[in-house]
């Protein structure tokens, strides 16, 4: 079945770090994949996507690219910001029809001033 | 256009008792997806639900778990008899149809039963 694997966390950086978090996907076929925010007490919120092979989904200066040779979509930021700090999930949606997202288990992230 | 709405924010049940656990899509969509987040896990996927319609079921436990998405009305998550390990967040996402729709997902619903 379908699976994601994701970065052990948590992730501390400083301001203005690069970073890059790592996420790799089990499927069949094409699934789409994308990354998910998780700020304190909130409900997820879609931060990019990328729905075919050598896509690269970019938001808030976060950016992913669809590696179908890796199978990887890692997650990266030029330079961070406190207010980056949260829980970060990669998923995937499988491309055979069936809605559900899978996800990773999920990376959290603190910057620090 | 309002959100995802879900209710209550946070439940508690004691052992045995039932959790109704809500969640309101946003306007316009008529797909709901119900999620679960145990401690320190991913989300995993528990049933998808067209109105009057379950679509995909498969991530369900096979007791004492049960959801509806009436005609009229919020989408209705229901735990019979909840146990320890039904501790969790609950999250329900909308999309307004299903194949390729982005979900917008509600805040969650953390249910503790003591």
């Known amino acids: 079945g379908n699976s994601v694997t994701q970065m052990e966390g948590p992730v501390t950086l400083s301001e203005e770090a690069f970073l890059t978090i790592n996420c790799t996907y089990t499927?069949?076929?094409?699934?789409?994949l994308f990354w998910y925010v998780q700020y304190p007490g909130e409900g997820l919120q879609l931060l990019l996507k990328?729905?075919?092979?050598?896509d690269k989904g970019s938001n808030k200066g976060f950016e992913a690219t669809y590696r179908k040779e890796t199978t990887s979509f890692h997650l990266e930021k030029g330079s961070v910001q406190v207010s980056d700090s949260a829980v970060y999930f990669c998923a995937l949606r499988s491309s055979f029809g069936n809605e559900k997202l899978t996800f990773g288990t999920g990376t959290r992230l603190t910057i620090i001033p | 256009n309002a959100g995802v709405m879900q209710n209550p924010r946070h439940l508690v049940r004691r052992r045995g008792q039932e959790a109704r656990l809500r969640c309101s899509p946003m306007?316009?969509?008529?797909?709901v997806y119900w999620y679960r987040q145990l401690p320190e896990e991913g989300l995993k996927f528990m049933v998808y639900l067209q109105k009057e319609n379950i679509i995909d079921e498969s991530g369900m436990p096979k007791e004492r778990f049960s959801a509806e998405f009436p005609k009229e009305g919020p989408s209705i998550l229901r735990i019979q008899q909840v146990v320890r390990g039904d501790s969790a967040a609950y999250f329900c996402?909308?999309?307004?149809?299903?194949?390729?729709?982005?979900?917008?997902f509600g805040p969650g619903t953390r249910l503790t039963v003591t």
């Open positions: 996402a909308s999309s307004p149809r299903g194949s390729g729709y982005e979900q917008y």
């Open positions: 499927a069949t076929g094409y699934p789409s």
């Open positions: 306007k316009g969509h008529s797909h």
């Open positions: 990328a729905t075919k092979a050598d």
